[in-house]
T-cell receptor
């Protein structure tokens, strides 16, 4: 069990650029979640997948954000035309498919917008 | 987005003291989770609770799922320096998204 892996760990980019983050879940976990965490706050839900199907999206996920999980394994989160307010830690978590199964988190990608 | 009410926001304690923190929600949950987060890392699961009234321990940590299903608490006994960090409660009901508190920042003075 190698845990949830996220790449890159840090990303610094200029406002207006596009960025893409990758998450590799724990291998037997069907569910994959994306969260955003800002300073002094808890993680806030963005979206989740069961296998390759994106089942729910938060209102926080504006149309500049898109997430994919094409083969039901790793996932990518893309932010287009980044804005200052997008600066945050983006966390990925995975779990077994039962809704009672706890989510296990990766170490996140810290995004800084200049 | 919705968040849970977690208290206290921060605590400064002496090494060896016991710690208690709690979390309340306006909604009923059927799962409560407690996580610890160190700087620059993701949250690490400490304890998961699935039944109202359930009391679960993990070493020096004990957590309870409140009878009303709207609250939970976490106790840490005999604190040590490595307990320093931010503790988050989280809960959900059925397939609804996991909702987190704002965290309790724990500092331990040796």
């Amino acid at each position: 069990d190698t845990g949830v892996s996220q790449d890159p760990r840090h990303k610094i980019t200029k406002r207006g650029q596009n960025v893409t983050f990758r998450c590799d879940p724990i291998s037997e976990h069907n569910r994959l979640y994306w969260y955003r965490q800002t300073l002094g706050q808890g993680p806030e839900f963005l979206t989740y997948f069961q296998n390759e199907a994106q089942l729910e999206k938060s209102r926080l996920l504006s149309d500049r954000f898109s997430a994919e999980r094409p083969k039901g394994s790793f996932s990518t989160l893309e932010i287009q035309r980044t804005e200052q307010g997008d600066s945050a830690m983006y966390l990925c978590a995975s779990s077994l498919p039962d809704s009672n199964q706890p989510q296990h988190f990766g170490d996140g990608t810290r995004l800084s917008i200049l | 987005g919705q968040q849970l009410n977690q208290s206290p926001q921060s605590m400064f304690i002496q090494e060896g003291e016991d710690v208690s923190m709690n979390c309340t929600s306006s909604s009923i949950f059927n799962t409560w989770l407690w996580y610890k987060q160190d700087p620059g890392e993701g949250p690490v699961l400490l304890i998961a609770l699935y039944k109202a009234g359930e009391l679960t321990s993990n070493g020096r940590l004990t957590a309870q799922f409140g009878i009303t299903r709207k609250d939970s608490f976490l106790n840490i006994s005999a604190s040590i320096p490595s307990d320093v960090g931010i503790y988050f409660c989280a809960g959900h009901r059925g397939n609804t998204p996991l909702v987190f508190g704002k965290g309790t920042r724990l500092s331990v003075i040796a």
